[in-house]
């Protein structure tokens, strides 16, 4: 399976979004097992705070970005400064997720020479596991799956998030 | 001290032993399935993740409680393996939330599929904590034969 953008290229437009300097980079990126996914953000209870964008032409391309409570809390700040409420949190999880996770669908499409056009994003918080396992529920069967740990350095900040990258294998 | 048994993905346990715990932990659209009986040690689950087998393909027997209509006949075939009779057995189930919103046709679906499974092989169903839009992570006390349901607290979903 393809596996989407170079976070790397992510980082000014994030930057200015979040008003500092960012550099993300990208820890294990791997093709995994399906039923390896629900342990994949960390233990399947870990509170998280969840943004997942899909193609909208239901092509099969879904993009999961998980972010620990902490670290959502952390962004939170960073956008919003100290002191932010819940739906501002989420608000602004989502805003950067859909950011990140829109990238990588687009460069996935690129990559395909296809054109995949991103949902709004969707968002809650809840357990990591509830939400991949729920994911992975409503996908076709032969979809294939890539993860990655992302790590932002923002200032003096350090965020990280888990993306999972779904996408239906060719031929299917 | 209880010991847990974790059910996974599509994932069929027995547990003989009192003193364990069968877990389905972070349980989003997904059924968690126990059958025990009253006086009886055993305790079997099944973590169903789709409500129906894919007719065409019968499966490379990792998952067996992959699909709600070959779990909980499996189920049922785990405890008589055990000593325990279909007549004598009790249900517990619990999940099928819509956790994203859009995932609610398939939590619903997967509740649905396994209340009809359990009635048509005539098996009561004694706990249930179902539906809603919340994660749920669930503990069957195969000593005490009850059903625990945790979900996030107050301070964790409003971050």
Not at chain 1, 8 to 30: F, I, Y
Request: proline content about 7%; charged content about 20%; overall charge negative.
């Amino acid at each position: 399976m393809r596996q989407g953008a170079d976070p790397h290229a992510l980082g000014p437009v994030l930057a200015d979004l979040l008003g500092v300097p960012v550099e993300l980079s990208e820890q294990g990126r791997q093709a995994i097992a399906l039923r390896e996914l629900p342990n994949l953000a960390g233990p399947p209870e870990e509170p998280s705070v969840a943004v997942y964008l899909s193609d909208e032409n239901g092509r099969g391309a879904q993009v999961l970005l998980l972010f620990p409570l902490p670290d959502a809390r952390a962004l939170g700040d960073l956008m919003l400064g100290e002191g932010a409420g819940p739906e501002e949190i989420l608000d602004a999880c989502r805003e950067i997720g859909n950011v990140i996770a829109g990238r990588f669908l687009s460069d996935l499409a690129d990559a395909e020479s296809g054109r995949l056009t991103p949902t709004p994003p969707l968002s809650t918080v809840d357990m990591a596991g509830a939400v991949i396992s729920s994911v992975l529920a409503s996908s076709p069967s032969g979809t294939g799956v890539v993860s990655l740990r992302i790590r932002m350095h923002a200032g003096d900040r350090r965020i990280c998030a888990t993306l999972i990258l779904l996408r239906m294998e060719a031929g299917r | 001290m209880s010991r847990a048994l974790p059910v996974g993905l599509g994932e069929v346990r027995l547990s003989r032993d009192q003193s364990e715990q069968l877990c389905v932990f972070g349980l989003g659209s997904c059924v968690a399935v126990f059958l025990y009986a009253p006086s009886v040690q055993a305790v079997a689950a099944a973590h169903v993740v789709l409500p129906k087998s894919p007719q065409s393909s019968p499966g490379d027997g990792s998952e067996p409680g992959r699909y709600a209509d070959r779990a909980v006949p499996l189920l049922i075939a785990e405890m008589a393996r055990a000593g325990v009779p279909k007549s004598a057995l009790r249900a517990a189930i619990a999940g099928g939330a819509a956790v994203l919103g859009f995932t609610s046709a398939i939590g619903e679906q997967n509740i649905q599929a396994v209340r009809r499974e359990l009635l048509r092989l005539g098996i009561p169903i004694e706990q249930e904590d179902v539906g809603g839009s919340r994660g749920r992570s669930v503990i069957f006390d195969a000593g005490q034969r009850r059903l625990d349901v945790r979900v996030l607290a107050a301070p964790n979903v409003n971050i």
